[in-house]
């Protein structure tokens, strides 16, 4: 396997998060978003939206995190990722696309980078922006963890699932944009329970080979 990656990328966060609980070690290859790379002509023949991640598997190029993840999850089923009873799997989903659809794509590199190239948005309003969407989102999960149909320590249940590996790159982002996280006391449980995992910690950004200082 190869793993197309860049280091802040939250899409890519999530990824790197289920190979290691998968126990998998992919091969790496960097496309550097702030320096256009993924606008490669090389880069797009594999992924058509010029996004990371792409996880190239044989002859498969596979896009969009949360289609990677639930590949690996049914090609290497331990320790699983989606909870077995169907009510709880669904409620799982509900929280990984809460922070895939309907958070992170509103605040992701190609949006700000709109908002200031074509709106003329400052940094200021993009901050704004950004905390508005992030800030919403982040109290609905809060609401959504006060109701889940089970115990923790994680998003659901005693081991991580999907909606663990999409909430922990979301707080992160948060945390980097310096939006307040202590509205949220259940999801920042959360993520310091995945924290305390290798596999979390080990993924997180700073930890890549090639970020940045």
Known sequence: MILHDYWRSSAAFRVRIALALKGIEPGRRYVHL?????????????????LVPVLEDGPLALTQSLAIIEYLDETHPEPPLLPARPAERAWVRAVALAVACDIHPLNNLRVLE?????LNADA?????WYAHWVSGGL???ERMLAARPGPGPFCLGRTPTLADICLVPQVFNARRYRVPVDPYPLVLAVVDECMRL????LAQPAKQPDAEA
Do not use: I, S
């Open 34 to 50: 702030r320096k256009g790379e993924q606008r490669a002509q090389a880069f797009l023949a594999t992924n058509p939206q010029g």
């Open 114 to 118: 709109y908002l200031a190239r074509e």
């Open 139 to 141: 109290a609905a999960l």
């Open 124 to 128: 200021a309003a993009r901050d704004r």
């Open 198 to 201: 290798p596999a979390f910690d």
